[in-house]
């Protein structure tokens, strides 16, 4: 029993990100745990947005586009993070890559407002992240195949808290490709149905959590919520597409 109501938890998140956040469920089996990228939607993302520069490019490098990109991706973010590629593209044999397109300022350009509604979020559960274990956190969320956060979540029917999520992350081998700070998820929330809290960069039993709460009245903490999920502003607001 307690095990389904834990899944309870994360079946309410994911229900309410897929049918009213604009997020699309993924597939584990997509997340690659060498490069900690899902490649297929960084790819689909670049042709239905860079038509032309990737048509250009096939015909350079016809089968073997897919596997330069990646190598080259990979590298640059070793060398520059995942921030900055995501903000400003990189380079591929001259080429400049964009990676997500943000909202304008205004709604003035009506390209950029297309191409920024083509953005790809996707929410996938039980993410395995080791090379030699089966190990898994409980939720991704990615833009365009790129990791931005990572979620473990606890509930209290399972007699667990948010500082069981603290204490799991503290134990995860920040070596791990999709921790390493700054060059892939660049940020890792720690929940339970009342509070939030998160960090930038895991550093094992000396990583520092901060709380990401709202305040309930004069004090620390979230507000009752209708939905019985004091947290659900994270879902509902922070993590709106």
């Not at 274990?133 to 365009?144: A, I, P, T, V």
């Amino acid at each position: 029993m307690p095990k389904t109501q834990e899944r309870h938890f994360e079946d309410a998140i994911e229900h309410h990100l897929v049918t009213a956040g604009g997020w699309t469920k993924g597939s584990p089996a997509d997340f690659d745990r060498q490069t900690a990228l899902v490649s297929k939607d960084l790819f689909a993302f670049i042709e239905s947005t860079q038509p032309e520069l990737w048509a250009d490019l096939r015909k350079h490098h016809q089968a073997g586009l897919e596997a330069a990109v990646l190598d080259t991706l990979v590298r640059t973010l070793d060398n520059r993070g995942a921030l900055d590629v995501l903000r400003h593209g990189f380079k591929f044999f001259g080429k400049k890559i964009e990676c997500a397109y943000f909202k304008p300022a205004h709604g003035m350009n009506p390209d950029i407002l297309a191409k920024y509604a083509k953005n790809r979020l996707v929410l996938t559960r039980q993410v395995k992240f080791a090379l030699d274990e089966e190990k898994s956190l409980d939720m991704g969320l990615f833009l365009n195949g790129f990791p931005v956060a990572t979620v473990e979540l606890k509930n209290h029917l399972t007699q667990q808290t948010v500082r069981h999520a603290i204490d799991q992350y503290r134990k995860r081998d920040p070596r791990h490709t999709l921790f390493q700070f700054k060059k892939r998820a660049l940020v890792h929330f720690a929940v339970d149905p009342d509070v939030v809290y998160m960090t930038s960069k895991l550093n094992a039993e000396a990583t520092v959590f901060l709380p990401f709460n709202r305040g309930d009245g004069d004090g620390a903490g979230n507000p009752e919520h209708p939905s019985g999920y004091r947290t659900s502003y994270l879902w509902e607001e922070v993590w709106a597409r």
